[in-house]
């Protein structure tokens, strides 16, 4: 998977870490910056979602898309579509454009406005990655898991950088009897659970 990763996607992901490497040094806005994942979490949450069972893959918060590319890696690799939700306007515009530079619009449905709003009706979840406003991390959490397949799988970023925040959540995430947990310390860090059967 890592070692074919085609052309198109490779110059929109450089593309990408270069936008987001300006934001940072220019001062743009938190809201406004594409505040994208690094490559390594990248990485991860590719692996996991290949290794994922049978069902949805779905993304909260696709931003400019990056990780998005990252994830269709894996659909890519085992034939499946990834349904990914953002809210903001200008972001979607952003990555409807990387997903056709990258030339894998054929694989991804990006669904424009509050995932909130649709996340109820995504049923035989297999694979979630979630990285949009943290205080919305528990709601979707709370509509997610019940939605999972057995043995699925669900990635939170920011839990590190974001621990003031996000601590009462991750306690309660460490504590759900319905999923095994645990907090991997790479990028911004990230909670790992997989779905009990």
């Known amino acids: 998977m890592f070692h074919t990763i085609p052309k198109p996607v490779i ?10 490497q300006c934001d940072r040094q220019d001062g743009t806005p938190a809201k406004k910056r594409l505040r994208q994942i690094p490559p390594q979490t990248g990485r991860f949450i590719a692996l996991m979602a290949s290794m994922a069972p049978d ?8 931003s400019g898309g990056y990780s998005t590319l990252w994830l269709s890696l894996a659909c890519s690799d085992r034939g499946r579509r990834i349904t990914t939700f953002e809210i903001l306007p200008e972001k979607v515009a952003l990555a409807k454009q990387t997903f056709d530079l990258a030339k894998v619009s054929d ?11 649709y996340l109820p009706d995504c049923k035989k979840i297999a694979f979630c990655f979630l990285d949009a406003e943290k205080e919305i ?12 397949v057995p043995g699925g799988i669900l990635v939170a970023d920011n839990v590190i950088s974001h621990e003031t925040i996000l601590k009462p959540m ?28």
Do not use: F, H, W
């Open 11 to 20: 110059e929109r992901m450089k593309s990408l870490e270069e936008m987001n």
């Open 55 to 62: 069902g949805k893959i779905i993304e909260i918060g696709t």
């Open 137 to 148: 991390y528990q709601q979707c959490y709370d509509i997610v898991v019940p939605n999972m």
């Open 107 to 117: 694989m991804v449905d990006l669904v424009p406005g509050d995932a909130l709003s």
């Open 170 to 197: 991750v306690e309660r995430v460490l504590a759900d009897t319905r999923v095994d947990a645990l907090v991997v310390p790479i990028g911004s860090g990230v909670l790992l659970c997989m779905k009990q059967a």
